[in-house]
Each structure stands twice: as structure tokens, then as C-alpha cells.
């Protein structure tokens, strides 16, 4: 079954703990981005990845790190997470095409909360 | 930045009632996509608009793409319980999947 999933679902954390929120997926996409979706907001880009070795920033991105050493893996690390970091995280990937046609499949989601 | 801002927020309607969302984008957009939320759950893709003053329809869910490409909006006739979710547009400005979301609408339904 084609899905992106992500490890933990919840997480519960203290501020200051580095924690990595893993993100995987098995359609062979090119494309992976995470989102936070806060109430009010919306969804909003963190950081995304255009092709393994390949990220840049999203529109906030402060806080967070990101890698993509493989084309099925995309983690988000908080190396100090604070309380304004409790939110709800997407992940999610697409595919990269000339047309300009795609559509991104999501990940069901990391609840974390920062105390 | 790039801004895209969707109203309303909330929306409450007898089932049965007609609904619509509208996608407002301070810049030119290259195309403008459309997810629906169920509570607790993911986005899900809906469609995508490229062209503009796109029309499109999926059963009773009618989407368009304004004709200048800065707007868009989501209708829904006869709303069932099923339809209960957020649905959300976001625009992509540089065709390059950097997709910018609107707040939201949430509908729910009375049935």
C-alpha cells in the first residue's frame, strides 16, 4: 500500500531534549516536505526536499533541522525543542514532474507537546 | 511573503444546503490545489487548478481558478455528513511545489 508514515504519532517531551520525528515513504517520490498545522493557521512549511542531499527552507524553519540522506527518508530533528514547538507535524511527499501536475500525500500526523 | 488567505473560517449548515470556501492569494499563482481534513485525521488531495479560469467538477464539489490566477473557490451542493471536514486551498506560486496553505474552512454539518 502506497502511504507515508511517521514515527512517533505522539510524543510528550520536555523542553531542551533533542528529539527526531522520522518520516518515510514508498512511492519512490522525489519531493518531501513537513508542515506544522497550529489552530488558526493552517498548514505551514518547515522545511522541505527536492531530491536526497537537496533541502531548503519552508516559511519557518527556525528551530528545526532536517536531512535526506535517502530518497525514502526524511526526519525532522528539534535539537532544543521549546514550547512554541507544541503542534501538530505533517510530512509529506510527492512527485517531482515537468507538467507542474502533482499532489502531495500526507503522513496521519505527530501530535508533540513541549512542557 | 506570499499570503493566501480563505474564508470563512467556520461554516454550520443543514445537511442538504449548499456550501462554498473562497482562496484569496496576494500573488499570481501557477496553480492552486485543494484538501479536505476529516477531524483527527490528514489532508487529502481533492484537485489541482492550472489554467486560468479553470472549472472543474468532482460529483457535487465545484472548483474554480479565478481568471487573473490570485483566486479561487470550493463548492459543495447539497452538503451530506460525509462532507464534514476543513478544507483547505493552497497556492503555488513558483510551480515548484512550495505550496502555501490558507487557514481553513471548517464545515460542519447539522443532519
Known amino acids: 500500500e502506497a502511504q507515508v508514515t511517521q514515527n512517533p504519532r505522539y510524543l510528550i517531551t520536555v523542553t531542551g531534549k533533542k528529539l527526531t520525528v522520522t518520516c518515510s ?11 506544522r498545522q497550529d489552530p488558526g493557521l493552517g498548514l505551514r512549511q518547515i522545511y522541505y526536499s527536492m531530491n536526497v542531499e537537496v533541502t531548503d527552507k519552508g516559511d519557518v524553519p527556525e528551530g528545526y533541522k532536517v536531512s535526506r540522506k535517502e530518497k525514502r527518508n526524511f526526519p525532522l530533528i528539534l535539537e532544543s525543542p521549546s514550547p512554541n514547538q507544541t503542534s501538530l507535524y505533517f510530512c509529506a511527499s510527492s512527485l517531482m514532474v515537468a507538467s507542474g501536475k502533482y499532489e502531495q500525500y500526507f503522513g496521519p500526523g505527530t501530535r508533540l507537546t513541549v512542557t | 511573503g506570499q499570503q493566501v488567505m480563505q474564508i470563512p473560517q467556520y461554516q454550520h449548515v443543514q445537511e442538504g444546503e449548499d456550501f462554498t470556501t473562497y482562496c484569496n492569494s496576494s500573488t499570481t499563482l501557477s496553480n492552486i490545489q485543494w484538501y479536505k481534513q476529516r477531524p483527527g485525521g490528514h489532508p487529502v488531495f481533492l484537485i489541482q487548478l492550472v489554467k486560468s479560469g479553470e472549472v472543474k467538477k468532482q460529483k457535487r464539489l465545484t472548483f474554480q481558478f479565478g481568471e487573473a490566477k490570485k483566486n479561487s473557490s470550493l463548492h459543495i ?8 471536514g476543513t478544507y483547505f486551498c493552497a497556492g503555488d506560486s513558483k510551480g515548484a511545489q512550495k505550496l502555501v496553505f490558507g487557514q481553513g474552512t471548517r464545515l460542519t454539518i447539522n443532519p
Not at chain 1, 28 to 34: A, G, I
Not at chain 2, 77 to 84: E, G, I, K, N, S
Open chain 1, 25 to 35: 515513504q514508498n512511492m519512490n517520490h522525489e519531493y518531501m516536505s513537513w508542515y
Open chain 2, 77 to 84: 451542493t447539497a452538503t451530506q455528513t460525509t462532507d464534514v
